[in-house]
């Protein structure tokens, strides 16, 4: 008999989620037949009454908005790197039956980085406060930047980065939103506000040769600004990179399956976003 294992995708809304299909045509192609990953609505207040409840064939969690804090609380563990942004988007089954945190956007960020040509120790511009603000420092760190620009709607938002920064040993220099095209001179534009929030931004930047946009919105796509970077021939990450590039760190933590079938798992993922924008 074919041994049952499981891992799911947690948060609120959750059923736009396209985790799911990435996971689970992992599974397939790397023959893990007793293999299954769902997508579970979950508020903050109740993920800690969930992970106690879940059995011995569960094997990890994909955290997602509004949980990332509260799954770094649960666990027993946690790597450095979920510690010092505070905030964790995976939890792996230890062999004691605890968890540990970790936070696979980081090395998602700086692998499709990388993969767009962004040069070591880069010059860094961040757009927004947020978690995915605080993943974007800790990769721009991993990079070799010792500083980083950030631009917030909010003084308030830009004061919460200060924890992260201080554990990254990185600067932080603050612009105001008002003055955010002056700053996309920097070698990587990460663009973490929600969508509709940097619309406006097209058609006033003027993009210079080296520039590397990573918009981490993916619906819909291309966003104006994403567009707008294209037609200058900047090369531009989505939302659906790193998706794809947390997943697979997540998938090798969750199987021990090394390395993940990336080929098959973005096969999966680009056609299921597809198919849901012609839907």
């Known amino acids: ?78 790597t450095p790197v979920a510690v010092a942004i505070g905030a964790a988007n995976t939890l792996v089954r230890r062999e004691d039956g605890t968890w540990q945190a970790d936070n696979t956007d980081v090395p998602g960020i700086v692998r499709v980085l990388q993969n767009a040509g962004l040069k070591p120790a880069p010059s860094v511009t961040v757009l927004g406060g947020g978690g995915t603000a605080r993943a974007a420092l800790a990769a721009a760190a991993q990079l070799g930047a010792s500083a980083v620009t950030v631009v917030t709607r909010r003084l308030e938002a830009f004061a919460g980065l200060a924890p992260a920064a201080d554990a990254l040993g990185i600067t932080l220099l603050s612009v105001p939103w008002e003055r955010a095209p002056e700053t996309f001179q920097a070698d990587a534009v990460i663009s973490t506000v929600p969508k509709g929030a940097s619309d406006h931004l097209a058609g006033s930047v003027a993009w210079r040769d080296g520039t590397v946009l990573f918009d981490a919105i993916y619906d819909p796509w291309p966003t104006p600004l994403a567009a707008d970077a294209l037609a200058h021939g900047v090369p531009v990450i989505s939302g659906l990179d790193l998706l794809l590039a947390q997943a697979l760190s997540q998938f090798e933590q969750f199987t021990g399956v090394t390395p993940a079938p990336e080929e098959a798992m973005r096969s999966a993922l680009l056609g299921a976003a597809a198919a849901r924008a012609c839907g």
């Open 1 to 78: 008999m074919i041994p049952i294992r499981r891992a799911a995708v947690c948060g609120q809304p959750i059923a736009h989620s396209l985790s799911p299909v990435i996971h689970n045509a992992g599974f397939a192609a790397a023959g893990l037949s007793g293999w299954s990953y769902s997508a579970v609505e979950c508020a903050e207040p109740g993920l800690a009454a969930l992970v106690g409840g879940l059995g011995p064939e569960w094997a990890g969690l994909s955290l997602t908005m509004p949980l990332k804090e509260e799954a770094l609380r649960l666990a027993a563990v946690a």
